[in-house]
């Protein structure tokens, strides 16, 4: 691992992502603009957004790095960058690792952005700590950037990139929490939801929301974070170097 090679993917990374400045607004203003949307379509109900409010911070960065990160590598692949990117010293580890330090640091900034707006402009009441909502929500778009990173390594195509959220994402969605407390589901389904890892992001989140301390926030945090490195890991071994 050559700290140099990653560095300069995350530049090059960083660099092209200033040239689009439509995947600069989905990453930064589309989960604002969301947040903004459920806060105002439960404007009369008294509570309700406060209650949901915090997993929504950990599902729309969570879905839109996800997004954005399989579709960019993918297109590293068709294009033919990845190919002869590998022809130098760089290791697939250091290219997966470069883009998850570029779009991490996208993700610390959009979770900047996303907070700042669901408490100070919606409203949200968030009796933890702000910086620590901030940092779970770091946490949250990083698992969807491991995520899309994986899907990239299997998909051909954009639109079959974007399949894999049925496969990948909505599941974790219907049985995080958001819908329904983990613990009033269905036997099964909250075995299963105990795997997903956006289900704990979405405990994060909700710990952080109620003022909870300690192991409530860092447990569930440990949890992604461990995901979070195991996807990476994943994605460095099955990444191809381009899509036939």
Known sequence: MNGGRLLAVAGRVLRQLSHDPRSIALMLVAPSLLV???????????????????????LFPFVVMFLITSITTLRERRSGTLERLMTTPLGKAEFILGYALAFGAMATLQAIVTVTFAVGVC????????WLLGLVAVVDAL??????????????????????MPVLVFPQIILGG???????????????SDWLPLSHAIDAVDAVASGADGADVVRPLVIVAAFTVAA?????????????
């Open 178 to 192: 958001l819908f329904m407390p983990r613990d009033e589901m269905p036997d099964v389904l909250s075995a299963i």
């Open 123 to 130: 409203g949200l009441d968030v009796e933890g700590e702000l």
């Open 36 to 58: 903004g949307l459920f806060a105002w379509l439960f404007t009369d109900r008294e509570g309700v957004f406060d209650r949901v409010g915090g997993p929504i911070l950990a």
């Open 232 to 244: 990476l890991a994943l994605a460095s071994l099955t990444l191809r170097r381009r899509t036939p």
């Open 143 to 164: 698992l969807g950037t491991a995520l899309g990173l994986l899907a990239s390594a299997f998909a051909q195509t954009e639109f079959q990139a974007v399949q894999f």
